[in-house]
């Protein structure tokens, strides 16, 4: 029996769900964006695994660079997270509704 | 040659104004003042010389083009230098001039000094684009603008209510002018299918049936009536005595009113396919002149009798033009510009020096204090008068002449001239006699002076001018006009007076009679101290004449109340509730919407995460659906 | 066989991991499941010969980022945990209608006919070595643009960074319009 791309795919498939789930479900601000890079994984291993099945080395390079995409989102997210909860003390996005109509 | 150098005549006086206008303040009086002077007596040399070749005979009309603007319609900067925009571009410079100078004196100490020289300026610029224009489109540019001008410069003092009210007059009555005249403008271009003069004069004959040409030749009129304060379009001018003196002396002596004349005789050509056209035209002059010369016998403003007048003399200038002795007419608007320009401003050194009065009945005995005054002054009134040998004699005399010539309905023309020229010499005897003969009669107070030199030098030199204008055309001496001309009326039948000496003395001593006998009785009755029993005695006639024969007031209440009802009526009807109404009800519209609308804004992350949700599905179960 | 082996417990840990994110009330826990299924992607890059992407995985997402996220958490506060019951109202059964929607259209692509996992694979492809080498050769060549804007995005990055968490806002007082 052996591992298709497929396998690879469903996986990454699942752990999209999952985090997907989590941005809706939870709101600690932290915790929705540790499901997006949840989301952000599912997506790279869709990558490596296509670019397996196709003998191509051009899936690797786009990891690279969704690596680095987002680690520069982390960056400036948490910062954004800490000057808000230097302002409100509380990391739940339900209470940031300024805009609210 | 020397007319590639012409559109400078134009430009000093614009760029004179859009000099004071930035710089005027800082230039102060009278610095700003002899600046605008100055571009305006530029202008008059160069005018001079380009008219050069003219003068000598062996010039050309020349066709200039600046730059293009709409060359499709023929509507392009382009100047026309030929004698008859020369003689108006040396009429309006030469005489502006002097006016300026004359102005300098006179608005002596107005807070506003350098911005009526910006507006002076700006208005003979206007001017000269109205006469150098080498096609309608260019003429009609300069035709608004003087407009433009002539309401900013008789609301000049617009701080008086009357003032205000005489500019915004002039304004609207132009306006039903411009209509007729644009209309006539559209009507050339539709059978032609360019604005250019050489075209047009070139294909008239052609092109234009004569329907067409009659047609084009009364609309046409209609403008030149609404310019040139002719019957039933005159009302505006006498108001628009309320400006500075200058500005009458501007407007109605050397540039605004002849416009109506000079458009005229520009368009000889179709005038000459329209006959009963030419005939109207000369039959509205008649009318006019009639009708205004009886009007100011009756007036004591000083200078809403030489407004009347004015009215008088351009109905004249109508007559010989519409009689199509174009010469005649240019003849007698050149002379009129001199003495009457030398008029006003002897009216403006009056009111000057008698501390802003206007009155005649309360003027007199002004001849010992203003000596310079009432000598160049009397030379005018003599001159308009029609006495040989000064100006006003040889031009009336050509284009009663010219009546007389042609014989027919033209005789009754002839004889309204004839007693019209009576009229003149009357009124302006009376005119004269009031203010500076018999007893003062002015009120405590009054000290009058001799105006300071800058304004009595331009008098002296329009006095000379006025004197010996006339000899440029006469039978006697002659027709160095009519040659200087003829390059500009090339392919139209010129009318002229009669050519034998017998008739032409009858005529001439006719005119003269009238002339003498008019000042005679002027001077005969005023310079009695019964005169005012005199008027008086005229009763319910003297009272019409004063009166104008009620016509502001019969425009005022057929016209004006109404015109004004609807505007109300659409102001604060329709306007008010209506547009408004709909304008309001749209935003209240909107209001209310936002209120419902903004639910939706929760400003909830998550929410708007479920929106965006359900659009990825939608986009991918499109895909799905047609990949299929 | 092994490669079976190793995808099923990767994938049982990736999966237990994610789940652990989304359900753990605290923020910590969210984390370390987190790093579970980081580093199960980790083998599984191994697996595809991609080393050079598992190394940078293990090092800068289970190295840099979580240590960013944990410095976080405890800034903010460990003891904080939260009520995971729902506050907008109907949000949970917009969601579950929305999740029945997705799994439909999942479906109908699955059982459409022209499904594949991926569409330009090529039978018996050779498994490309992701070398540092090779993958340099890439990145320099045919991807130098975006490498050098990357460098500069994570400048940027920074920058921003610093800028939002050093910067305080003043206390507004009466007259001072700073």
């Known amino acids: 029996m052996t591992v298709t791309a497929g396998w690879y795919m469903t996986l990454a498939a699942l752990l999209f769900g999952v985090g997907l789930v989590g941005i809706f479900l939870r709101r600690n601000a932290l915790v929705m964006f540790m499901c997006i890079e949840l989301m952000l994984n599912a997506v790279n291993l869709t990558f490596v695994a296509a670019g397996r099945a196709i003998g191509d080395l051009e899936g690797q390079v786009a990891v690279f660079f969704v690596l680095v995409v987002a680690a520069a989102e982390v960056v400036v997210g948490l910062a954004i997270i800490v000057a808000v909860f230097r302002q409100r003390a509380s990391a739940s996005v339900d209470e940031l509704a300024e805009l609210k109509g | 040659m020397s007319g590639e150098l012409t559109w400078l005549i134009i430009a000093l006086p614009l760029g004179g104004a859009v000099l004071l206008h930035f710089l005027g303040r800082f230039l102060g009086e009278p610095r700003a003042g002899w600046l605008a002077s100055l571009t305006v007596g530029a202008s008059f040399a160069l005018s001079a010389w380009a008219a050069w070749p003219f003068i000598q005979g062996n010039g050309h009309p020349e066709q200039h083009l600046l730059f293009s603007w709409m060359p499709e319609v023929g509507a392009s900067f382009e100047i026309r230098w030929d004698p008859l925009s020369a003689l108006m571009a040396l009429v309006v410079t030469g005489v502006g001039f002097l006016i300026h100078v004359f102005a300098i004196g006179y608005m002596h100490g107005d807070p506003r000094f350098h911005r009526f020289f910006t507006y002076l300026n700006l208005f003979t610029g206007s001017m000269l684009t109205l006469v150098l224009a080498g096609n309608y489109a260019m003429l009609f540019l300069g035709w608004e603008l003087v407009g433009?001008?002539?309401?900013?410069?008789?609301?000049?003092?617009?701080?008086?209510?009357?003032?205000?009210?005489?500019?915004?007059?002039?304004?609207?009555?132009?306006?039903?002018?411009?209509?007729?005249?644009?209309?006539?403008?559209?009507?050339?271009?539709?059978?032609?299918?360019?604005?250019?003069?050489?075209?047009?004069?070139?294909?008239?004959?052609?092109?234009?049936?004569?329907?067409?040409?009659?047609?084009?030749?009364?609309?046409?009129?209609?403008?030149?009536?609404?310019?040139?304060?002719?019957?039933?379009?005159?009302?505006?001018?006498?108001?628009?005595?309320?400006?500075?003196?200058?500005?009458?002396?501007?407007?109605?002596?050397?540039?605004?009113?002849?416009?109506?004349?000079?458009?005229?005789?520009?368009?000889?050509?179709?005038?000459?396919?329209?006959?009963?056209?030419?005939?109207?035209?000369?039959?509205?002059?008649?009318?006019?002149?009639?009708?205004?010369?009886?009007?100011?016998?009756?007036?004591?403003?000083?200078?809403?009798?030489?407004?009347?007048?004015?009215?008088?003399?351009?109905?004249?200038?109508?007559?010989?033009?519409?009689?199509?002795?174009?010469?005649?007419?240019?003849?007698?608007?050149?002379?009129?510009?001199?003495?009457?320009?030398?008029?006003?401003?002897?009216?403006?050194?009056?009111?000057?020096?008698?501390?802003?009065?206007?009155?005649?009945?309360?003027?007199?005995?002004?001849?010992?204090?203003?000596?310079?005054?009432?000598?160049?002054?009397?030379?005018?009134?003599?001159?308009?008068?029609?006495?040989?040998?000064?100006?006003?004699?040889?031009?009336?005399?050509?284009?009663?002449?010219?009546?007389?010539?042609?014989?027919?309905?033209?005789?009754?023309?002839?004889?309204?001239?004839?007693?019209?020229?009576?009229?003149?010499?009357?009124?302006?005897?009376?005119?004269?006699?009031?203010?500076?003969?018999?007893?003062?009669?002015?009120?405590?107070?009054?000290?009058?002076?001799?105006?300071?030199?800058?304004?009595?030098?331009?008098?002296?030199?329009?006095?000379?001018?006025?004197?010996?204008?006339?000899?440029?055309?006469?039978?006697?001496?002659?027709?160095?006009?009519?040659?200087?001309?003829?390059?500009?009326?090339?392919?139209?039948?010129?009318?002229?007076?009669?050519?034998?000496?017998?008739?032409?003395?009858?005529?001439?001593?006719?005119?003269?009679?009238?002339?003498?006998?008019?000042?005679?009785?002027?001077?005969?009755?005023?310079?009695?101290?019964?005169?005012?029993?005199?008027?008086?005695?005229?009763?319910?006639?003297?009272?019409?004449?004063?009166?104008?024969?009620?016509?502001?007031?019969?425009?005022?209440?057929?016209?004006?109340?109404?015109?004004?009802?609807?505007?109300e009526g659409l102001a604060f009807g329709v306007d008010a509730r209506l547009v408004d109404g709909a304008v309001e009800g749209l935003g209240r519209l909107v209001a209310r919407l936002g209120q419902v609308v903004r639910g939706v804004q929760t400003g909830l992350v998550r929410s708007y995460g479920v929106v965006f949700l359900a659009g990825l599905l939608l986009v991918m179960a499109l895909t799905v659906w047609r990949a299929g | 066989m092994v490669e079976l082996i190793v995808f099923v417990v990767g994938a049982v840990v990736a999966l237990g991991g994610a789940v652990a994110v989304v359900v753990a009330r605290n923020p910590v826990y969210s984390a370390l499941g987190l790093l579970a299924t980081l580093f199960s992607l980790g083998v599984f890059y191994v697996v595809h010969l991609a080393h050079m992407v598992a190394a940078v995985q293990i090092i800068v997402y289970a190295g840099a980022v979580m240590t960013l996220f944990l410095f976080v958490i405890m800034m903010i506060g460990v003891d904080r945990s939260e009520d995971t019951s729902e506050t907008i109202p109907r949000h949970r059964i917009y969601l579950a209608v929305l999740a029945v929607g997705l799994l439909a259209v999942a479906g109908a692509a699955a059982t459409g006919g022209r499904f594949s996992w991926v569409p330009a694979a090529v039978e018996g492809a050779e498994t490309p070595n992701g070398t540092v080498q090779a993958l340099a050769e890439r990145l320099f060549t045919d991807w130098v643009l975006a490498f050098e804007v990357t460098a500069l995005l994570l400048t940027i990055a920074a920058a921003g960074a610093i800028a939002l968490a050093y910067f305080r806002r003043e206390p507004v007082t009466e007259g001072d319009d700073r």
């Not at chain 2, 379009?233 to 005595?241: E, F, H």
């Not at chain 2, 006639?541 to 005022?556: E, F, K």
């Open chain 2, 148 to 567: 433009l001008c002539s309401y900013l410069l008789i609301s000049f003092w617009f701080t008086r209510p009357s003032a205000a009210a005489a500019g915004k007059k002039a304004f609207v009555v132009n306006r039903i002018g411009d209509f007729g005249f644009m209309i006539a403008l559209m009507l050339i271009f539709a059978s032609f299918g360019t604005l250019s003069y050489p075209t047009v004069f070139e294909q008239a004959a052609e092109v234009l049936p004569e329907g067409t040409a009659t047609l084009i030749g009364l609309l046409l009129l209609v403008g030149a009536a609404g310019k040139s304060a002719q019957v039933p379009l005159y009302v505006w001018l006498p108001d628009a005595m309320e400006g500075p003196t200058p500005v009458s002396a501007l407007i109605h002596a050397a540039t605004m009113v002849t416009a109506g004349v000079y458009v005229v005789a520009r368009s000889a050509a179709i005038f000459e396919l329209a006959p009963t056209a030419s005939f109207v035209v000369a039959a509205v002059g008649a009318v006019t002149a009639l009708w205004a010369a009886t009007i100011a016998v009756a007036q004591n403003d000083i200078k809403r009798v030489l407004a009347y007048s004015t009215i008088s003399q351009l109905g004249y200038m109508f007559m010989a033009v519409g009689l199509t002795a174009y010469v005649a007419g240019l003849f007698h608007l050149m002379t009129h510009a001199f003495f009457k320009a030398l008029l006003f401003l002897g009216a403006g050194s009056v009111i000057h020096a008698m501390g802003d009065l206007q009155d005649i009945r309360r003027m007199g005995g002004l001849r010992s204090r203003m000596p310079v005054t009432f000598a160049t002054v009397g030379l005018a009134t003599l001159a308009i008068a029609g006495i040989p040998p000064l100006a006003g004699f040889w031009s009336k005399d050509e284009i009663l002449g010219a009546a007389f010539a042609q014989g027919g309905p033209a005789v009754a023309l002839y004889l309204i001239g004839l007693v019209t020229a009576l009229l003149t010499a009357f009124y302006m005897g009376r005119w004269f006699v009031l203010v500076f003969l018999g007893e003062p009669r002015w009120p405590e107070g009054v000290e009058p002076h001799e105006s300071p030199r800058v304004m009595t030098w331009p008098l002296v030199v329009l006095a000379a001018l006025s004197l010996v204008g006339g000899f440029v055309n006469t039978p006697l001496f002659g027709l160095g006009l009519e040659h200087f001309l003829e390059p500009a009326f090339e392919g139209v039948t010129l009318a002229h007076p009669p050519e034998d000496l017998l008739t032409f003395l009858l005529l001439a001593g006719l005119g003269t009679a009238a002339g003498l006998a008019g000042v005679a009785m002027g001077y005969v009755t005023y310079t009695r101290p019964t005169w005012e029993r005199f008027e008086a005695g005229l009763g319910r006639i003297w009272d019409a004449w004063s009166r104008g024969y009620g016509i502001d007031d019969l425009y005022g209440r057929t016209l004006v109340v109404p015109g004004r009802r609807l505007a």
